[in-house]
């Protein structure tokens, strides 16, 4: 079971690829990482790791992708606010709402947010890429 599970909503692949630069930056401080599709992740995959990294693009009107409100749903029901939490998705023209309003929810539920989660507008570039590895970095450090 790896300390780190990132588990994100991708629909054009841009927080995707977010995820794998986060992932590049927990694994480069020597950090151990599961990444996965949330299509693909059950409560189970997570319920050991230490931190949780979510990643959900900004959606409908400044919403989370229906697939992680309904896993952040689940991880309420089942208590898991023991760990720390990160948060990250790409938007486009809104003005970040949608984060905000899912570190606070997070914050709520229980969970220890590191930072006020990473947004990037549309595909990351070399500085959004390096944005992402620092806040895998982050993540890592919190758990240490
Ligand atoms: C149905 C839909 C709704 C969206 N709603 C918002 C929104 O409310 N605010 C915003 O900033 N971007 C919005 N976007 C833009 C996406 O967040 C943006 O394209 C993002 O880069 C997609 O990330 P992905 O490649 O990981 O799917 C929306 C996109 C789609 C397809």
């Not at 990482?33 to 400044?62: C, F, Q």
């Not at 949608?98 to 220890?112: E, P, Q, V």
């Not at 500085?127 to 993540?139: D, F, K, P, Q, V």
Request: hydrophobic share 35%; with cysteine; proline share 1%.
């Amino acid at each position: 079971m790896s300390e780190i599970a990132i588990v994100y909503w991708s629909g054009t692949g841009n927080t995707e690829t977010m995820a794998k630069a986060i992932k590049e930056g927990i694994e480069s401080e020597g950090g151990d990482v599961l990444l996965k599709r949330i299509e693909e992740t059950r409560l189970d995959d997570i319920k050991d790791a230490k931190a949780i990294v979510l990643g959900s693009p900004s959606m409908g009107a400044e919403e989370l992708a229906e697939e992680m409100d309904s896993f952040v749903s689940q991880m309420e029901n089942e208590e898991m606010n023991d760990k720390v939490a990160g948060a990250f998705g790409s938007y486009d023209w809104g003005d970040g709402q949608w984060m905000k309003d899912f570190i606070d929810r997070l914050r709520k539920g229980g969970f220890k947010v590191v930072g006020d989660g990473l947004i990037i507008h549309l595909t990351p570039d070399e500085e959004g890429l390096e944005r992402c590895r620092g806040y895998g970095g982050m993540i890592l450090k919190e758990i240490k």
